[in-house]
């Protein structure tokens, strides 16, 4: 019985009636980082060295050298990477069964809450209004909140930065909550850097997304983008982190497997992909 | 002053040779040096293995010293000096090569100065000079000796009134007196108009102050009496000499020189004065040192230069015959040569062998040296008079 | 008198660039001791401790008592033109090529004679001058006299601007605009007469209070520079690389731990990445322009700042990483002060004392304030100093560390914390 299932899944990737959808921002240097007050260890940003290029360090070929932190870009968050997750088995990117990186999402569209009110908290009854339309959130899947945030090309609005810090959506502690004790969800997973909103240090319990996901062995996505061409159930997520000893989270690749029979919702605007990067000033 | 040193008696000097100038050459140092010694042995007679001394001076000998061209040309010797003393190597090789002989720790010694000249050698030797020139005067671009000079020019001028014209007088005499000699490299005569109207080098310096380095060599042999007798060889004597380094060190700039400390000690062990003195070669890298050797030699006052200058003529048949084959500025620089070309034209004159002018009854000659600017001053002076031997 | 500097007109771009050349460099070790005290802005000579004696040219021995007990010991320079020429001429390419050239004998107040190049405005002599040790293009120490009492317009002088490093007409980078050393030093190079500031930020969306203000200087173009992105560093090189006449790298990574005070590598590896790393990047990406422009016009490529810290000297271990950090950018910058040097091109190394900023906040004074900073810098770029100490913190620690370098070890490891 599986086998003709993933027979036919292959035949319709090949036909495009089962469409990939990448979800993934490009890795790059201009890529903003997460920003912790200066006291703090810092999260690497994105830093390639190139090791040759067809030169004389190495005249037949090129290849670089990289560095960055686990959350560096598009990233998966482990339960150890909380301290509510620390002692939980199965809690590092080296021992997440692997079967959890394949699973349904919700996509939860946000997008004008997002556009109005950059802190905008999703609420309980934000999702109970969700379910009314879509049904109800099946357990196992990701919750993926759709605020176009990717959308912010220019790093600055990205980061959204001012003297009382960053200003981004997320959950607030009770939709957390409801996700993990009532609808025993994979994870969560948002566009902005952090699953919890930007100003989510002053929530009870702060940073509650980390606090509860993570506590309950479950998992985090950031910085993904796309999410706008996900119809807002029926979509299938791959999203399998490095396998980093002990590892809290990694960048990686998160992919989405469409059905064209499913339409996707109307989108805000008509531009294809684009990645984050610098907004180019003329200079003299 | 009791100290007389003592007088050189039977030592004699003869054998004047120059090796023709040329401007540039592709031979090195050596092939000069060797035509000239070749030269003095051919005219004097002697054969290589008679010469048991030799003195030499050249820039452009390196990596050698005198030592390097005994090998070189096959020479066994019992006396060996070499002299880095630029414009004084003609009259230091004199003093030393005569005490040579006179003590017998040798009978014969031939001294030779010479180089050659490519067309990168001036600006190369300026490069490794003197430690004090590298330190303390090439950093600022004079090129050689150049700017001192200017410097000395330019303070004599405003010190005793010298003009430009008096300098002019002196460079166009020598001019005058070259283009008699074969082996002038400057062979068109040389007007004052053009002289003030040359292309300037240095303030207040112009093309025509400044000598043309270029290659040959020069060269003298020193022996007893007798033996120049035996060979019939026309000699001159030594009279007196002198020698000083580094005169006046506390002197801001210089504007006298050695032989205002000496040259009265100089006169009277030659029991002769200036004005007994038939033909005077001075040192003439720049005319201001003519000048200031004019002075310092007793032929005027301290600051009486311009006027002396003004008062004489300078050809060889005139009222002060000086530098009487052209001196430097008119025959060349051939390096170290320069400080033999006025010794050698004095012993032409003296001994009745002018090449070119001649300065009439010439028995009492002064050949006066001075050289190496090691920074801002030249440190070395010497000078010797001579009288016709027979 | 001195003709006030002139704009250049814009470069004929179908035109070769003129290559630099150099003035003699090469100097015996003893004369070196000249070259060392004019590297911190002096004029040094050596004077015998036995007998008294001020000596030039430099000496193995005392020229008067033949003692080898000397000392250099700084001058005023003050003396009288005993005479002076102009070259029309000279063998030195360097020269040849900046004819006609002035220069005098000089006669100094405490005793000995030198030659000089000779500012403009100097009258003939005899007259009273003033005279200066400044490192040349050669890298060497350069005697230079200027007129006894000050003139207007003095430093547009064309042979005394051969031997400085004037902001005036000039292009310069600042590499971090953004701190509060970054903001005053912009002004101040704009206020030196800089045609044009290219005012460095990283990380944008930090935005400083004060830095906005710089864009409305018409002078001032704010370009984005990462130290630690070499693909950043090297777009800007791109763009901007061939204009920069003089660079001042203010990029400056500073927290406060030694090595037991902070687990993991993660800071230290932050300072080095800017502070030391950074200023690798920096040079590979913009030294070679700077190197081909040594020469180029009246506003050539001129100087190579780097903002260090009296920390570089000797460990501060209370900001041990960071000391070291600097330390290590100290050594980079001598290799690059070498590998500049046959383009004439002058690497200043500055020596700050603790900044009055955040990462002092817990020293005790005296701290030197930015603005104070930024004007020793622009005074180290029209003077003839390649090593400069700002502030009297900077000036202490390098007395003492002349004087006996593993005391001033032990007097830092003992600091009050």
């Known amino acids: 019985m599986s086998e003709s299932v993933l027979l036919q899944l292959a035949v319709e990737l090949a036909s495009g009636s089962v469409r990939v959808v990448d979800l993934t921002q490009t890795l790059s240097p201009d890529f903003p980082q997460i920003v912790l007050p200066p006291e703090m260890g810092q999260a690497w940003p994105f830093r390639i060295e190139e090791a040759s290029r067809y030169d004389a360090r190495g005249p037949g070929w090129y290849w670089n050298n990289f560095s960055c932190s686990e959350h560096t870009g598009t990233h998966f968050d482990a339960p150890i990477h909380w301290i509510s997750g620390r002692h939980l088995p199965d809690n590092s990117t080296d021992t997440i069964p692997a079967t959890r990186f394949i699973a349904p999402a919700c996509v939860l569209d946000c997008s004008r809450e997002a556009a109005a009110d950059a802190d905008f908290l999703l609420t309980v009854d934000f999702l109970r209004n969700w379910e009314r339309r879509h049904g109800r959130i099946p357990a196992g899947s990701w919750i993926l909140m759709r605020t176009d945030w990717s959308k912010r090309l220019d790093p600055v609005a990205y980061q959204n930065l001012d003297e009382t810090g960053q200003h981004t959506p997320g959950p607030d502690a009770d939709a957390v909550k409801f996700l993990v004790d009532e609808r025993q969800v994979l994870g ?38 796309n999410l706008d061409l996900l119809p807002p159930t029926g979509a299938i997520v791959i999203a399998a982190p490095l396998k980093i000893k002990e590892g809290s989270g990694s960048p990686l690749r998160v992919l989405a497997l469409v059905p064209t029979a499913v339409r996707a919702p109307a989108r805000s605007s008509d531009k294809s992909v684009k990645k984050i990067g610098r907004t180019r000033k003329k200079r003299r | 002053m009791n100290n007389r040193r003592s007088a050189y008696d039977d030592v004699v000097v003869t054998t004047p040779v120059t090796v023709p100038y040329v401007r540039y050459s592709i031979r090195g140092a050596h092939w000069f040096l060797a035509g000239a010694l070749a030269e003095v042995l051919r005219i004097s007679g002697l054969g290589k293995d008679a010469l048991d001394g030799l003195c030499v001076s050249s820039f452009t000998l390196t990596p050698d010293t005198a030592v390097g061209l005994t090998q070189h040309l096959g020479l066994t010797l019992r006396w060996l000096d070499h002299i880095p003393m630029g414009g004084a190597c003609g009259i230091v090789a004199l003093r030393r090569a005569a005490r040579a002989v006179q003590s017998g720790d040798a009978t014969a010694v031939a001294c030779i100065a010479g180089d050659t000249n490519h067309p990168d050698s001036f600006r190369q030797n300026l490069g490794t000079f003197s430690q004090f020139a590298r330190d303390a005067s090439y950093p600022y671009g004079s090129g050689g000796p150049n700017a001192s000079f200017a410097f000395l020019t330019s303070y004599y001028m405003r010190t005793y009134g010298a003009r430009a014209e008096d300098f002019g007088k002196l460079c166009v005499a020598q001019r005058s007196n070259a283009l008699k000699f074969p082996y002038a490299l400057m062979k068109k005569p040389l007007s004052l108009d053009e002289y003030l109207t040359a292309r300037p080098i240095a303030d207040p310096l112009r093309l025509y102050d400044c000598v043309m380095p270029c290659a040959g060599a020069e060269a003298f042999l020193v022996l007893r009496r007798d033996e120049a007798e035996k ?107 320069g400080g033999f070309l006025g010794l050698v034209e004095i012993i032409r004159q003296v001994t009745g062998q002018p090449l070119g002018a001649v300065v009439a009854e010439a028995r009492l000659g002064l050949a006066s040296g001075f050289g190496m600017i090691n920074y801002d001053r030249g440190l070395c002076s010497g000078a010797a008079i001579l009288a016709a031997g027979q | 008198m001195t003709r006030p500097l002139v704009r250049p007109p814009r470069k004929n771009p179908i035109l070769r660039t003129r290559v630099p050349t150099l003035p003699p460099g090469g100097r015996s070790r003893v004369a070196l001791g000249l070259t060392a005290a004019a590297a911190r802005g002096r004029l040094e000579l050596q004077v015998c401790r036995d007998c008294r004696t001020v000596q030039y040219p430099p000496r ?128 101040a190079v704009v206020a030196a007469g800089a045609d044009l500031v290219w005012a460095g930020y990283a990380e944008r969306w930090k935005k400083p209070p004060g830095f906005e203000r710089l864009s409305k200087l018409p002078q001032v173009s704010l370009v984005p520079l990462d130290l630690t992105d070499s693909r950043a560093v090297k777009d800007l090189a791109g763009e901007i690389g061939g204009r920069v006449d003089i660079l001042i790298n203010t990029a400056d990574h500073h927290r406060n731990f030694g090595i037991a005070a902070r687990d993991g590598i993660e800071v230290a590896r932050a300072e080095m990445d800017t502070n030391y790393f950074g200023l690798l990047r920096l040079a590979q990406e913009f030294a070679p322009a700077m190197r081909a422009r040594g020469a180029d016009g009246q506003s050539s490529a001129v100087a190579w700042v780097n903002l260090l810290s009296v920390f570089a000297l000797s460990n501060f271990p209370p900001h041990g990483t960071y000391s070291a950090s600097k330390a290590a950018a100290l050594s980079l910058a001598q290799c690059l002060r070498a590998e500049f040097a046959p383009a004439g091109v002058r690497v200043i190394n500055v020596f700050p004392s603790p900044i009055d900023d955040e990462w002092n906040q817990a020293l005790p004074p005296p701290k030197i304030a930015p603005v104070r900073l930024a004007a020793d810098i622009v005074e180290a770029l029209r003077g003839g100093a390649e090593d400069v100490f700002p502030g009297d913190i900077a000036q202490d620690w390098l007395s003492r560390w002349r004087d006996n370098p593993k005391a001033l070890e032990r007097e830092l490891a003992v600091m009050p914390r």
């Open chain 3, 60 to 187: 193995e021995a005392c020229r008067v008592c033949l003692s080898q007990r000397l000392d250099w010991r700084q001058q005023d320079g003050a003396g009288e033109l005993v005479s002076d020429t102009t070259l029309h001429h000279s063998n030195e390419l360097f020269y040849r090529e900046r004819m006609p050239w002035r220069l005098g004998m000089i006669k100094l107040d405490c005793g000995p004679v030198i030659v000089a190049h000779l500012h403009g405005d100097c009258a003939p002599a005899p007259s009273r001058v003033r005279v200066r040790a400044h490192i040349d293009r050669a890298g060497q120490a350069a005697l230079l006299a200027i007129p006894e009492k000050d003139t207007p317009n003095m430093a547009d002088d064309r042979q005394l601007r051969e031997m400085t490093c004037d902001p005036k007409f000039r292009k310069v980078l600042v590499t971090d605009a953004k701190t509060a050393l970054g903001q005053t030093l912009v002004e």
């Open chain 1, 188 to 225: 969560f997973g948002s566009e902005a850097i952090g699953t919890d909103a930007g100003q989510a240090f002053h929530l009870k319990p702060p940073y509650p997304c980390h606090y509860y996901m993570h506590g309950s062995g479950r998992y985090g996505l950031q910085c993904l983008t």
């Open chain 2, 231 to 337: 060979r019939g060889l026309s000699y001159a004597r030594i009279l007196a000499t002198m020698e000083r380094h580094n005169a006046y060190p506390d002197d801001p700039i210089q504007y006298r020189g050695g032989w205002a400390l000496d040259s009265d000690e100089m006169y009277a062990q030659a029991e002769i004065g200036p004005t007994d003195i038939d033909v005077v070669a001075a040192y003439d890298d720049y005319p201001v040192i003519n000048v200031m050797q004019i002075e310092d030699l007793g032929f005027c006052k301290r600051g009486e230069g311009p006027d002396f200058v003004r008062r004489h003529s300078f050809t060889a048949d005139g009222s002060f015959p000086f530098n009487t084959s052209g001196g430097q500025l008119s025959v060349g620089q051939a390096g170290a040569a």
